[in-house]
């Protein structure tokens, strides 16, 4: 088949490089199209690679007015701004600029499909115009669009088809166990538990040698290769890193013990979070879900709230202090065990985060806000929208799955999943290789046409 990488940038392109190609070694096809005018000289090493900035240069004179409505028009867009509101190069810039960004965008990967008639797009997923242009050029052709994300089984990848935003099973796709399917099961439940700790590294704001080395390397990029590219910010990272730093020295005291009163845990989700930005927007205002949240519990309980690992030193200290002032909420150290939490809180509540995975893993009540891919299984309290949370909230701590319901989902689950992992989990050759035998495999599915064996969803 003929693969089609989208990717920025430095890391994340020379590791879809390397599985690119070991899918060449496969006998693929590949191609890849990158933001970066340095990425893509790397990759010109191993294949074909384009690189989108030269690409947006070289478009020439457009009726942006008319390409504009085209878009909106083909690809059933309320409006452009749909697509660029969550992009970072976008920030702070007017609508012309924003439309006028956009539709070269579409212009240009149009043609780049054109070129290279791709079977199979991967794109890592994020909030980049580059990554949501591709993947509705990709759906309007008809061309499959494979995302990767990372869950906690030992076959950590969740490979979907066409869409980010999905349950893992179809609520009924949950047979009996038999006696060997519960011992993994038990097995993998067991062994998660104990290991305790968390599945992606903490965010550790430093000024170690490594940063320098990054921000010299940014800068020497930007300098003499990559000039117009709007996500290589050196001086703006070097801020973010200093601000970072001073956040998370400020933020500390402020963290508080536990306490002896029941709680309700409710872990925070990262502040760029893709799935918040794009697949659930009306979920941004995390203060707002924490104080609904917190406002519903019945009287004599806490809301016990936890910053995602990746986040420490990136919330901003106001939105910390003014979540803490609500009066039955308490922010405790980030580094507090999930499993401790989970086990001493009376339940948990997520938008759409992995600890709410990782508590039916321990058989407790958990509520969904934001549907993620574990919700609607019927093993969690689920709401569709935020005006039910004065009712479902109490109703938590009522609320208990049944735990041969949950064993059956988890054991579904897993066979849902298959080896490999995106590039921010791991980055190592060795997954690269293993990545790529996965994405082969899914390639026979494609071909053969057993697409309902990459997404549950993929055949509706």
């Not at 009924?172 to 104990?194: K, N, T």
């Not at 549907?371 to 039910?388: C, I, K, N, R, W």
């Amino acid at each position: 088949m003929r693969f089609l990488f989208a990717t920025l940038q430095y890391v994340e392109s020379d590791f879809y490089g390397r599985v690119g190609t070991e899918l060449a070694r496969r006998g693929h096809e590949v191609d890849h199209v990158v933001f970066s005018r340095q990425a893509a000289r790397g990759l010109r090493r191993r294949g074909r690679a384009v690189c989108l900035a030269d690409e947006l240069g070289a478009l020439g004179p457009l009726d942006f007015e008319l390409e504009a409505a085209r878009i909106e028009r083909e690809y059933s867009l309320p409006s452009l701004r749909s697509v660029y509101r969550t992009d970072v190069a976008c920030r702070g810039r007017d609508d012309e600029w924003c439309v006028r960004r956009t539709v070269r965008h579409f212009v240009a990967l149009e043609r780049i499909f054109d070129q290279f008639q791709p079977e199979v797009l991967v794109p890592e997923v994020g909030n980049e115009t580059i990554r949501t242009a591709a993947h509705l050029i990709a759906l309007r052709r008809g061309v499959p669009t494979l995302f990767l994300f990372y869950t906690i089984f030992p076959e950590p990848l969740r490979l979907y088809v066409d869409t980010m935003h999905a349950p893992i099973i179809d609520a009924d796709d949950q047979p009996a166990l038999d006696d060997e399917e519960r011992r993994r099961v038990e097995g993998f439940i067991a062994e998660f538990i104990s290991r305790d700790t968390p599945i992606r590294a903490y965010h550790r704001p430093s000024f170690a040698a490594g940063r320098a080395r990054i921000f010299l390397r940014h800068v020497l990029v930007r300098v003499f290769r990559d000039r117009d590219n709007d996500y290589l910010r050196p001086w703006a990272w070097l801020r973010e890193q200093v601000v970072e730093r001073v956040r998370a020295t400020l933020i500390r005291p402020i963290y508080e013990p536990l306490g002896e009163r029941p709680f309700v845990y409710f872990p925070l989700h990262r502040v760029d979070d893709y799935k918040i930005q794009r697949l659930i927007p009306h979920l941004t205002d995390q203060e707002a879900v924490v104080h609904q949240v917190a406002r519903a519990l019945p009287q004599g309980y806490d809301l016990v709230i936890k910053e995602h690992p990746m986040s420490l030193g990136r919330n901003p200290v106001s939105l910390l202090r003014r979540l803490r002032a609500e009066p039955n909420v308490r922010l405790v150290d980030p580094t507090t065990s999930s499993h401790e939490l989970i086990r001493r809180s009376r339940g948990v509540a997520v938008i759409g985060s992995t600890v709410g995975l990782e508590a039916l893993l321990h058989f407790r009540p958990v509520l969904t806000i934001g549907e993620p891919f574990y919700a609607g299984a019927g093993v969690t309290l689920d709401v569709d929208s935020l005006d039910q949370l004065e009712i479902k909230v109490p109703a938590l701590l009522d609320f208990q799955p049944d735990r041969e319901r949950v064993l059956r989902f988890i054991s579904a689950a897993m066979t849902r999943c298959r080896p490999g992992a995106p590039v921010l989990v791991d980055g190592s050759q060795a997954n690269a290789i293993v990545l790529a035998a996965t994405l082969h495999d899914a390639s026979l599915d494609l071909a053969e046409g057993r697409i309902g064996a990459l997404s549950p969803s993929a055949e509706t």
